[in-house]
């Protein structure tokens, strides 16, 4: 089984839907981390949580929330989803002693 | 601006060729790590390197890390199609990613 999860794997909404991304962990790691992928832009960092009562907003995450439900799930939400929101989406782990990071699959999200 | 800029961005050579790309940045990193992602999947990790002018090996892959630890290189030696894909150095301040070098090996 993977140790770092994601559903959706592949999503389609249309403009002004609220969606969620979820992502599991089973490496006991107490970081986690979203990222989003697009062409020509590399990753970058929406949200990052440290523990499960820390959540630090990173690069871009404007028009994003998210919610650490427990040490091993981190869920990140779109509240009105807009065109530009569709990209890849990741979700990461990494332990506390380092910035290693353990990625899962993707979410491929379509906003029409 | 992009704090860590990868170059070449694209890179497609024969079977059997060496190849070094870069990773270059104005800021300094306590550490740098090297990923792969193929299409479709996540980056995997491939290395870490964390003191100026560190070697590391990893079978045909050779990662440098700058003296001043603001850059990186990755020289493959006799590249193989099982190298293809997207090749990313990552920083740790800011939890930074660069653009990434898409890697393609003609067999």
């Known amino acids: 089984d993977a140790d770092v999860t994601q559903t959706p794997r592949n999503r389609i909404t249309k403009t002004g839907k609220r969606i969620m991304l979820e992502c599991s962990q089973t490496?006991?790691?107490?970081?986690m981390y979203w990222y989003r992928q697009d062409p020509g832009l590399g990753l970058r960092l929406i949200y990052y949580?440290?523990?499960?009562?820390?959540?630090n907003k990173g690069e871009i995450s404007d028009g994003y929330s998210v919610s650490r439900q427990a040490q091993a799930k981190f869920s990140l939400s779109l509240e009105s989803a807009i065109p530009n929101q569709t990209a890849l989406y990741f979700c990461?782990?990494?332990?506390?002693?380092?910035?290693?990071?353990?990625f899962g699959p993707g979410t491929r999200l379509t906003v029409t | 601006t992009q704090l860590l800029e990868q170059s070449p961005q694209f890179l497609s050579i024969q079977e059997g060729e060496n190849l070094t790309v870069y990773c270059n940045s104005s800021s300094v990193f306590s550490s740098l790590q090297w990923y792969r992602q193929e299409p479709g999947e996540g980056p995997v990790l491939l290395v870490t390197v964390v003191t100026g002018g560190e070697v590391k090996k990893l079978k045909r892959l050779t990662f440098q890390f700058g003296d001043a630890r603001k850059d990186s290189s990755l020289h493959i030696t006799a590249a193989q199609p099982g190298d293809t894909g997207l090749y990313l150095c990552?920083?740790?301040?800011?939890?930074?990613f660069g653009t990434g070098t898409r890697l393609t090996i003609i067999p």
């Open positions: 990552a920083g740790n301040e800011k939890l930074t």
């Open positions: 490496k006991g790691h107490d970081r």
């Open positions: 990461a782990t990494s332990d506390r002693l380092s910035y290693e990071q353990y």
């Open positions: 949580s440290f523990d499960v009562k820390d959540i």
